[in-house]
């Protein structure tokens, strides 16, 4: 038996004890990814019709390459985050649970360095 208040025991804290930064980290990475995204999307544009050569050269301007390596983190990281939220809140089987986040954990990561890696190796030339 606790002495609490029910609002004494669930102030700040929500039912996860984390979700508040979880939330502002996806509206976060949401707001970076739409000038990224329309970045890329203009980019693609113009570039139609290049050559593997030519978009490889653009890839080489520093600033092209830190803004895809932006896009890579924040888009890996937001799709990461809301994918957390899928399974949270759609499985119910503990460790189901635990090793579904794991799992989508590892491969925002592990394809994120891939990513990160082959941009890196165009921009500097290797």
């Given at each position: 038996?606790?002495?609490?208040?029910?609002?004494?025991?669930v102030r700040g804290l929500g039912s996860a004890k984390e979700g508040t930064a979880h939330w502002w980290a996806q509206r976060l990475t949401a707001l970076a990814l739409i000038p990224l995204v329309l970045?890329?999307?203009?980019?693609?544009?113009?570039?139609?019709?290049?050559?593997?050569?030519?978009?490889?050269?653009?890839?080489?301007?520093?600033?092209?390459?830190?803004?895809?390596?932006?896009?890579?983190?924040?888009?890996?990281?937001?799709?990461?985050?809301?994918?957390?939220?899928?399974?949270?809140?759609?499985?119910?089987?503990?460790?189901?649970?635990?090793?579904?986040?794991?799992?989508?954990?590892?491969?925002?990561?592990?394809?994120?360095?891939?990513?990160?890696?082959?941009?890196?190796?165009?921009?500097?030339?290797?």
């Amino acid at each position: 038996m606790s002495l609490r208040t029910p609002l004494g025991r669930v102030r700040g804290l929500g039912s996860a004890k984390e979700g508040t930064a979880h939330w502002w980290a996806q509206r976060l990475t949401a707001l970076a990814l739409i000038p990224l995204v329309l970045w890329f999307v203009v980019s693609l544009i113009v570039m139609t019709g290049a050559g593997h050569g030519a978009v490889a050269e653009w890839l080489r301007d520093p600033v092209s390459a830190v803004l895809m390596l932006l896009l890579i983190l924040a888009g890996f990281h937001h799709a990461q985050l809301g994918m957390q939220v899928v399974v949270e809140d759609y499985v119910h089987a503990e460790w189901l649970k635990f090793a579904l986040v794991t799992g989508v954990r590892f491969a925002a990561v592990a394809l994120g360095i891939g990513a990160a890696f082959s941009v890196l190796k165009i921009a500097l030339g290797s």
